[in-house]
């Protein structure tokens, strides 16, 4: 009886095992894209193809509901600011309402641009399911580096830096 009910558990396990591995990762996108996914702008505007965004860019995933992602979104406003013109910045908040991100957004001085990705097509396409989620798009458009889990600024420049110095 106890071997059935240890089996039983195993699911359990596995996809514990796999969201910890998610969690704690860091891969590069190894000639990935970004999805062909539809962005509505969080400020109001003309709604986004994300497959179009040129890079170098840096395209962070997070929410209101997320406590790394608030640590972390002034320390990308902060690098934004000081490589304005060099490095596209993009968020993509998921799945809050877009008045309470955009005045969560005020509160915490962030100015780059924002989207919604209101039906989670986004995180279902990059087969995510933590955040913050944090993807280095380089030149040739497509994704150098995604990193699961806060950045602070010295390891959101070092990632932007070892994507610009790849060959």
């Not at 860019?57 to 013109?85: D, I, Q, Y």
Request: hydrophobic share 45%; aromatic share 6%; proline share 5%.
């Amino acid at each position: 009886m106890n071997a059935c009910r240890d089996a039983r558990r195993w699911p359990a396990a596995v996809l514990a095992l796999a969201l910890l591995a998610e969690a704690c990762g860091e891969s590069d996108g190894a000639d990935a894209r970004l999805p062909d996914v539809e962005v509505d702008t969080l400020r109001g505007g003309q709604a986004f193809r994300l497959d179009n965004l040129e890079g170098p860019a840096v395209v962070n995933l997070w929410a209101t509901w997320c406590a790394p992602c608030k640590r972390e979104l002034p320390e990308f406003e902060a690098v934004h600011r000081s490589l304005a013109g060099a490095v596209t910045f993009v968020g993509v908040n998921i799945g809050d309402d877009g008045d309470e991100a955009a005045d969560y957004l005020d509160d915490l001085g962030i100015t780059y641009d924002q989207y919604l990705d209101v039906d989670s097509e986004l995180t279902a396409a990059l087969k995510t399911a933590t955040l913050p989620v944090t993807l280095i798009i380089d030149d040739d458009e497509r994704i150098a580096l995604r990193h699961i889990g806060p950045l602070d600024q010295d390891e959101l420049i070092e990632a932007i830096d070892q994507q610009r110095a790849a060959p």
